[in-house]
């Protein structure tokens, strides 16, 4: 009998996709989540929370390198990184492939997804291993609360605005952020779907330009999250996304997506998907 993984979270809006399963390999009840495990098909190993799907093997690089790699050259010497979420390594994974960096703190709030991901998913979240990171099992906005002016760079490698990650897509986050960041600092944060999630973006750019003064969207393509892309707000006191030029000489070897012309391409937005980001 043929057995079938479909995406929970579009369900209730009259959207689905699912996925031929070949094996389950696990199924976890955190005290945050339910963790499952599959072989599938079509995108090899398959990571998911709540029925969400997180990371497949056949196109995590996609997500995982352009929510680090467009902050990290944004920043002219990014040192001191902090990651909230991000439990599968993906994300530490991409940033420690930066030689500037010194530290990486991995602010994650389920240690469940971690240890998941290091038994199932070995060749992305070896990294968090490294010596550079140092790891906190705790809630991210408590966590950039106390901690002011500490990063030169915040990454926001979050799941949907449900559940725990419900307070990463609010102001009183956002502001804690901004007392996290050093002055020239930037921060990354995963902001949906600009062809689904108008309502979130529009509400996050609502508040954004009243923390920010240079601010900006920016998206990457991914087949197996709703819809086929995740964008990303882009927020900083100093650095503007949009006059940002990389440095080829600084872009790590070996990269799968991210390049210095998808980085500029990457702001470039459809004209219905203008109208979410609000322009002070």
Same mark, same amino acid.
């Given at each position: 009998?043929e057995?079938?993984? $479909?995406?929970?979270?579009e369900?209730?809006?009259g959207?689905?996709?699912?996925?031929?399963v $070949?094996?389950?390999?696990?199924?976890?009840?955190?005290?945050?989540?339910?963790i499952d495990?599959?072989?599938?098909e079509s995108?090899?190993?398959m990571?998911?929370?709540d029925?969400v799907?997180?990371?497949?093997?056949?196109?995590?690089?996609s997500?995982?390198?352009m929510?680090?790699? #467009?902050?990290?050259?944004s920043? %002219?010497?990014?040192?001191?990184?902090l990651v909230?979420?991000?439990?599968?390594?993906g994300t530490?994974?991409?940033?420690?492939?930066?030689?500037?960096?010194k530290?990486?703190v !991995?602010?994650?709030?389920d240690k469940?997804?971690?240890?998941a991901?290091y038994k199932?998913?070995?060749?992305?979240a070896?990294a968090m291993k490294? @010596?550079k990171v #140092?790891?906190h099992?705790?809630?991210?906005a408590?966590? *950039?609360?106390?901690n @002011?002016?500490?990063?030169?760079?915040?990454?926001?490698?979050?799941s949907d605005?449900?559940?725990?990650?419900e307070?990463?897509?609010k102001?009183p986050f956002?502001?804690d952020?901004a007392?996290?960041?050093?002055? $020239?600092?930037?921060i990354?944060?995963?902001?949906?779907?600009?062809?689904?999630?108008?309502?979130?973006?529009?509400?996050?750019?609502? &508040? #954004?330009?009243?923390i &920010? %003064?240079?601010?900006?969207?920016?998206y990457?393509t991914?087949?197996?999250?709703?819809?086929? #892309?995740i964008?990303? $707000?882009?927020?900083?006191n100093?650095?503007?996304?949009y006059?940002?030029v990389?440095?080829?000489?600084r872009?790590?070897?070996? !990269? @799968?997506y991210?390049?210095?012309?998808?980085?500029?391409? *990457?702001?470039?937005l459809?004209?219905? *998907?203008?109208?979410?980001? @609000?322009?002070?």
């Open positions: 009998m057995i079938w993984y $479909t995406e929970g979270l369900i209730s809006k959207r689905k996709v699912s996925y031929r $070949t094996k389950t390999l696990d199924s976890i009840q955190t005290p945050f989540q339910k495990v599959f072989e599938t995108f090899g190993r990571f998911t929370l029925d799907t997180m990371v497949t093997e056949r196109d995590e690089h997500y995982h390198e929510i680090a790699h #467009i902050p990290m050259m920043h %002219p010497n990014p040192e001191n990184v909230i979420g991000g439990g599968d390594g530490v994974r991409e940033v420690l492939k930066h030689p500037s960096v530290e990486v !991995l602010c994650e709030i469940g997804v971690v240890d991901c199932y998913f070995p060749e992305i070896e490294d @010596k #140092i790891h099992y705790d809630d991210g408590k966590f *950039a609360r106390e @002011k002016g500490r990063f030169d760079v915040i990454l926001v490698d979050s605005p449900v559940g725990p990650a307070v990463l897509f102001e956002y502001r952020m007392g996290a960041l050093r002055e $020239t600092g930037v990354a944060t995963q902001a949906e779907s600009y062809w689904y999630h108008g309502d979130v973006i529009k509400s996050l750019f609502e &508040f #954004i330009p009243k &920010f %003064p240079q601010y900006g969207y920016y990457t991914i087949p197996t999250y709703p819809s086929g #892309i964008g990303f $707000t882009f927020l900083s100093k650095i503007n996304p006059e940002v990389p440095d080829p000489s872009v790590p070897k070996n !990269l @799968k991210y390049s210095p012309e998808i980085h500029k391409a *990457a702001f470039v459809p004209e219905f *998907a203008k109208q979410y980001i @609000k322009r002070s």
